[in-house]
């Protein structure tokens, strides 16, 4: 725990990887494409976190006070799922609203608007976050049923993202056309005002997606098994927007990625 110590960032929080405007050895290379790969990541923050209270190590300073204050927009830089966030932070659970952080999974967990993409992986992610933080709602019952009855996923689920800064409102045409054609799971986006290529990636292998059913089933069946009566959640009246994109790449561009750029969010995402 004590060697992530290294990935620390002068500002607070951590970074993904070190790196090195030159050459140097265990270092990436940044370019313009990569710049906001060296941000501080927010996620990794609250992983850090957990991992150093269950240590039985000191919280690294400011960590409370980032977490709280970045709950908010809490994204993670190549996270491209909102559930695979909120699963992260159920671990460093002192330092976020939790009472708001349940509210949200269980109102995702009962809006049809909510989990478009990855439905599988969306609910056993939802249920493994509650469970987490100790909070349990009949509304989450329907999603805790839909999970048990749930036939294999059609398709691999995309845990993951990263992105390119590419620029490509400024390529000649051709050279767009094939940037596309080559790598043909690739999307191509506008994040305040940044032009972007994501690349979703697969859990091709179904290693993440089934595990992460199980675990949540085991999780829920512990959770209603403690001797403790599970605490309550006051329902929210709808999901919050970023449970509500239809696909990977829309939350991507709308709520994981713009924390990371230069601008906040201050103009509108386009897909």
Not at 184 to 205: A, F, N, P
Not at 235 to 264: F, G, M, N, S
Request: aromatic share 8%.
């Amino acid at each position: 725990v004590q060697a992530l110590e290294q990935f620390a960032a002068e500002t607070g929080g951590y970074y993904p990887q070190l790196f090195t405007t030159g050459r140097e050895k265990d270092k990436m290379t940044v370019d313009a494409r990569l710049g906001h790969w060296c941000r501080p990541d927010y996620t990794i923050l609250a992983q850090v976190a957990a991992l150093r209270a269950r240590a039985g190590l000191c919280p690294a300073p400011d960590t409370d006070h980032l977490l709280a204050r970045g709950f908010a927009t809490r994204s993670g830089l190549f996270l491209a799922s909102p559930y695979l966030v909120d699963w992260v932070l159920a671990d460093a659970r002192w330092a976020v609203p939790t009472d708001r952080l349940a509210a949200e999974v269980l109102a995702s967990l009962s809006d049809p608007a909510a989990r478009q993409f990855d439905p599988a992986f969306s609910t056993a992610l939802g249920l493994s976050a509650l469970a987490r933080l100790g909070r349990w709602h009949p509304q989450a019952d329907a999603a805790l049923a839909e999970l048990l009855q749930a036939a294999p996923a059609p398709r691999p689920c995309q845990p993951f993202y990263s992105s390119m800064n590419l620029g490509w409102g400024k390529l000649p045409f051709w050279e767009l056309l094939s940037r596309r054609l080559a790598d043909t799971g690739g999307q191509l986006v506008r994040v305040s005002g940044e032009e972007h290529g994501i690349t979703l990636y697969q859990d091709s292998g179904q290693l993440i997606g089934p595990a992460l059913r199980v675990l949540a089933l085991a999780e829920v069946a512990a959770l209603h098994r403690a001797a403790h009566t599970p605490l309550p959640i006051v329902p929210l009246a709808e999901a919050p927007a970023r449970y509500r994109c239809p696909t990977a790449a829309a939350y991507v561009a709308q709520h994981a990625l713009p924390p990371y750029l230069p601008q906040l969010a201050t103009s509108a995402c386009h897909v």
